[in-house]
């Protein structure tokens, strides 16, 4: 392996390779250091850093040796916030797990590499080097290295499984590209899911979520949107209040970028304090850049559209019976995480033949969408209610004992039961009967815990509808 390893042709002596090696176990150290520090490669060792996501706003590797211990609790999300916050860094993950779906994850978020421990260091030093290697084969043309590195970039936002993943990775590397000093993203707010970050910003009477990067405080983002303002107070509204198209000898004022998407329910970013010269390179990966994450971001739409077609019941607008079996999967995943189980609320709304023979479909349609919200409404917002078939709905209740689902039950059918469903010219009552069985008291598969719950929901029937039954044992 050694001579395999030597093998390998490195840039330039000015250029030696640095690598980072984070990892938990100071073992790892140990074992792999006197190795590898015979090899022309500059190694920077961190065992149990106390702040990764702050260790790599510094350092922002080329390439990076991670051990997924140091992020155990989710390792997937950090190595997409590894991708996101270090576009450019190249990963070779040691993992302690067997599960093939988390080194096919792993591989989604962007990785180089994938091993499992223990490796021989000589392996693990043979695949440092190839991907060194492969990396020094770049043409060392500055122009040429910073157009790859957009298509990498834009490579990574196309595969990003969310549009905030997407815009993260977009505006790092605007940050870069421009050297600038923060970074803004503006969207109005009823088209744009709130996080952690956003904050809210009236202009010119639209309510704007605004969510920032790279500066110290809300306050100081907002201080910076206020003096873009101040300076140019027409020019996010005319942006989102237009159908006009940007293009980039628009978006540049002073040390400032305002870079509206063309679908104004996108958002824009605003680049605050760029320190670069601009040329007509710089301008063309930017547009390169914001036109690719548009491309992306309606394809993400479209997506999230046909899945929700795929899962969710036209009609109601509840989940349907083809995410059931998706849902309770996951329920029974958390049982053996959790050593908890979940119930089953079987509802069926009682006479519901009447209502459509007396009053016409029509309304017993509308009836099922009111009865619907009425459920959901509820439920804990952790629990799932989809629309089983005709007038019988079923509620995922996750974690939860027979006591706290009996409550949960008894909750919806007073609700339903209070309820007066008014209709042009026409007032209905209406009530719920109602079965519930638990995961595993009452079943050890899929399959027999519905029907345990449907059995108690008929148990309810016969006893005279309008009432909570749990499923015999």
Known sequence: MKSIAHSFNYPTPSAIPKVAVWTKDPFLKNLYQPEFENHPIKWHWETHPKNWKLLLKKQKPQYLLLDLELVAENPIQALQEIRSLSPLTNIIVLSHTHDVQVAISAFKAGISDYYLKPTNPETLLYAVQKLISEKSLTPHDPLMQADMQMFSVTHHISIAESDSKMRELAIHHLLTIFDARGALWLCPADKQKASSSTMYQMIDETQFAVEHWNFQSSHEAQTELTYFQNQHPLLIRDSFHSQLTSHPEHWFHGDSAWIPLKNSSMGGVLIIGINRQLSLQIESRTEFLIRSLEVSLENHRRYIEAKQLTYVDDLTGLYNPRFLDHALNIAMDSLNKKEEGFCILFIDIDKFKQVNDQYGHLIGSQMLLHVGRVIKNGLRNSDHVFRYG????????????????????????????????????????????????????????????????????????????????????
């Open 390 to 473: 005709g007038d019988e709905f079923i509620a995922v209740l996750y974690d939860t004992h027979l006591a706290t689902a009996q409550e949960i039950a008894e909750r919806v059918r007073k609700a339903t039961e209070a309820r007066t469903f008014r209709f042009p010219h026409i007032n209905i009552k209406i009530t719920l009967s109602i079965g519930i069985a638990r995961f595993p008291d009452h079943g050890q598969d899929k399959g027999t815990i519905i029907s345990m719950a449907d059995n108690a929901m008929y148990a309810s029937k016969k006893q005279g509808r309008n009432q909570v039954i749990v499923a015999e044992s």
